[in-house]
T-cell receptor, first 115, second 111 residues
Framework: QKEVEQDPGPLSVPEGAIVSLNCTYSNSAFQYFMWYRQYSRKGPELLMYTYSSGNKEDGRFTAQVDKSSKYISLFIRDSQPSDSATYLCAMTLLISNFGNEKLTFGTGTRLTIIP | ETGVTQSPTHLIKTRGQQVTLRCSSQSGHNTVSWYQQALGQGPQFIFQYYREEENGRGNFPPRFSGLQFPNYSSELNVNALELDDSALYLC??????????FGSGTRLTVV
């Protein structure tokens, strides 16, 4: 079983719709929970990160973490064609006494917003 | 515009050959991590360098090795290339507090 499971795509929705992307995880040692956006032929770009259970809003994006259920979500409101990309959930894990961390990613969900 | 630059952008190698990928990290970022992203998959952690020492390693064989230099540049070396090594290789730089910045990656094709 993978440490991080992400709902498979691809996902196509009409412009203006609300998008829900989800991941589950099994390792309770994960500390920070992140969502990255990756456009074709580009590296991942950090969208949002959060540490504790609850919601965090940033414009049209809301990240939600439920540590008791080991479940995280990203909601995109008023979706735009420019939101079309692959969305990756990621979680950090300490790997040294210096405080260094590594990222564990989900497989990614490819999202297409249809104009 | 990302502060992390990777070269080359694309590379084709033959099975059994060796390859070196390069990364120029964001100034002030003393930690560099390398990830392998196979097609349709999320990035997988290869290893991390902190202050020019390997600081953690994922589930990759020893033929994957790296170097980090004082000028914030780093290298990923892969020996005895296999077909399954075909992937996008991503470099990410960060400070000790986190906050990763990814490069655009090097797409390696092994034939």
């Amino acid at each position: 079983q993978k440490e991080v499971e992400q709902d498979p795509g691809p996902l196509s929705v009409p412009e203006g719709a609300i998008v829900s992307l989800n991941c589950t995880y099994s390792n309770s040692a994960f500390q920070y929970f992140m969502w990255y956006r990756q456009y074709s032929r580009k590296g991942p770009e950090l969208l949002m990160y959060t540490y504790s259970s609850g919601n965090k809003e940033d414009g049209r994006f809301t990240a939600q973490v439920d540590k008791s259920s080991k479940y995280i979500s990203l909601f995109i409101r008023d979706s735009q064609p420019s939101d079309s990309a692959t969305y990756l959930c990621a979680m950090t894990l300490l790997i040294s006494n210096f405080g260094n961390e590594k990222l564990t990613f989900g497989t990614g969900t490819r999202l297409t917003i249809i104009p | 515009e990302t502060g992390v630059t990777q070269s080359p952008t694309h590379l084709i190698k033959t099975r059994g050959q060796q390859v070196t990928l390069r990364c120029s990290s964001q100034s002030g970022h003393n930690t560099v991590s390398w990830y392998q992203q196979a097609l349709g998959q999320g990035p997988q952690f290869i290893f991390q360098y902190y202050r020019e020492e390997e600081n953690g390693r994922g589930n990759f064989p020893p033929r994957f090795s790296g170097l980090q230099f004082p000028n914030y540049s780093s290298e990923l070396n892969v020996n005895a290339l296999e077909l399954d090594d075909s992937a996008l290789y991503l470099c990410a730089s960060s400070t000790i507090q986190g906050g990763y910045t990814f490069g655009s990656g090097t797409r390696l094709t092994v034939v």
